[in-house]
Every structure is written in structure tokens, then in C-alpha cells.
């Protein structure tokens, strides 16, 4: 509506400054001037016009963005997608938490097989350790010591294996 307004003030101003050339060509003195003044004043008017139109255009504008944002199904809108986001987070977090339990019970579920391994490889050796000094006077010197330092070579290697073998070994020779 406001536009038309403005547009109807510059399409009337056209045939105001055409007349105002008319006069000039026909010199009449004094009515050109009244007349482009009010031409002047219609296609200023009509610019006044378009900008309060534009700038209230912006107020309405602005003002139905804010009562949107405020109204109550943008509120419960905005709830919904900050829990799901929350959500989102939380079910992230458990599943790196829970990588990481895993990772950190893998580490200490091997720590402690190693350290098992070498307490029962150590128990191990003691255990050929004493069948050897038991059977010593039964085994020939070179075969003991030769014995003794297989049995110390596969308890520093942490080889399991050999010294069951070992320990075979020395139950088959007995």
C-alpha cells in the first residue's frame, strides 16, 4: 500500500516537471518555479515514503523474528535439540569411557599374565633347581652342569616350553 503511495507520488510529479517545462517554453514567469518546487516536493515525499516504508518493513521484520524465537514452540524446539545434542554427548562419552576401561583392562589383564608367566617360570626353575641338587650324585658332573645352565638360559629367555622339556629331561634320566 505504501508503495503504491510512493509510486503514485512519482509518476504525479512527472507531469508536473513536463508542465513546468511547458511554462518555460511558453514563458510565463513565476508559475515554473511554484510548480518545480512542488515537483521537487512530491519526488521527496515520495522517497520519504519508500524509506519509512522500508525501515518499517525492517521494524516488522524484526519484531515477528523476536516473538518467534520467544514463542513457545521455538522454545520447546530449541529444549528438544539441545537434549538430543546432550544425548549425542552422552552416548559418545560412554562409548570412548568404555574403549578406554577396555583398553586399560587390556593392559592390566597382560601386565598381570606376565607377571604371572614369570613367577611360574621362576617356581619352575627352583623346582628343576632342587630335582637336579637331589639327583646330583646320580647324573655325571658335565651332564649337571650342562643341565644347570640350560636350566639358567631358559629361565633368563622366559622360555616356558624349554624348561618343561627340561624338566623331562632330567625325569627321563633319573
Known amino acids: 500500500m505504501i508503495i503504491r503511495i510512493s509510486l503514485l507520488l ?3 510529479s512527472l507531469p508536473v516537471f513536463l508542465l513546468v517545462e511547458l511554462l518555460s517554453w511558453l514563458a510565463v514567469s513565476g508559475l515554473p518555479g511554484a510548480l518545480t518546487m512542488l515537483g521537487a516536493a512530491m519526488l521527496l515525499s515520495a522517497f520519504t515514503v519508500l524509506i519509512i516504508a522500508g525501515l518499517l518493513g525492517v521494524v516488522k521484520i524484526t519484531a515477528r523474528s523476536v516473538l518467534d524465537y520467544f514463542s513457545a514452540k ?4 530449541r529444549r528438544l535439540w539441545f537434549r538430543q545434542a546432550r544425548q549425542d554427548q552422552v552416548k ?3 562409548y570412548f569411557k568404555t574403549k578406554q576401561i577396555k583398553y586399560f583392562n587390556e593392559l592390566s589383564r597382560e601386565r598381570l599374565l606376565k607377571l604371572n608367566n614369570r613367577k611360574h617360570i621362576r617356581l619352575l626353575s627352583k623346582a628343576i633347581d632342587k630335582d637336579l641338587l637331589s639327583n646330583k650324585t646320580k647324573l655325571p658332573e658335565t651332564t649337571y652342569r650342562q643341565l644347570q645352565q640350560d636350566n639358567a ?3 633368563n629367555r622366559q ?7 627340561l624338566q623331562q629331561q632330567i625325569s627321563d634320566l633319573v
Open 92 to 94: 559418545r562419552l560412554f
Open 74 to 77: 521455538q522454545r520447546v524446539q
Open 10 to 12: 512519482v509518476l504525479a
Open 153 to 155: 638360559r631358559h629361565r
Open 159 to 165: 622360555d616356558i616350553e624349554a624348561l618343561l622339556k
